[in-house]
């Protein structure tokens, strides 16, 4: 069983950043593949980024490919979002979750966090 708490999100004006942090219990975090999640007002949740339990691979959406950054701290068992050249569309509630298999897909997810608004104005 994992618990996931995330932080970090806030208000920010476009073209700033913010780190998001993902904090998790269980003593098998490192054996997790961690993912971000978003989910807009009156949107579906998509993802985001993923990141395999080493922390050797990452893969992210288009609309965020060379803005953000996922990595993971598996001694302190701690994901991270770093956030950078924010968009008024990047706007949205932020979700980490773990998974047993590094993917995609939403429903792959085993465990979820509570998650975190994120505003980004222009």
């Known amino acids: 069983q994992v618990q996931l708490v995330e932080s970090g999100g806030g208000l920010v004006q476009a073209g700033g950043s913010l780190r998001l942090s993902c904090r998790a219990s269980?003593?098998?975090?490192?054996?997790?593949?961690m993912g971000w999640f978003r989910q807009a007002q009156g949107k579906e949740r998509e993802f985001v980024a993923a990141?395999?339990?080493?922390?050797?691979?990452?893969y992210y959406a288009d609309s965020v490919k060379g803005r953000f950054t996922i990595s993971r701290d598996n001694p302190k068992s701690t994901a991270y979002l770093q956030m950078n050249s924010l968009k008024p569309e990047d706007t949205a509630v932020y979700y980490c979750?773990?998974?047993?298999?590094?993917?995609?897909?939403?429903?792959?997810?085993?465990?979820w966090g509570q998650g975190t608004q994120v505003t980004v104005s222009s």
């Open positions: 979750a773990a998974a047993t298999l590094f993917q995609v897909l939403p429903r792959g997810y085993d465990y």
């Open positions: 990141i395999t339990s080493s922390g050797q691979s990452t």
């Open positions: 269980g003593r098998t975090f490192r054996s997790y593949a």
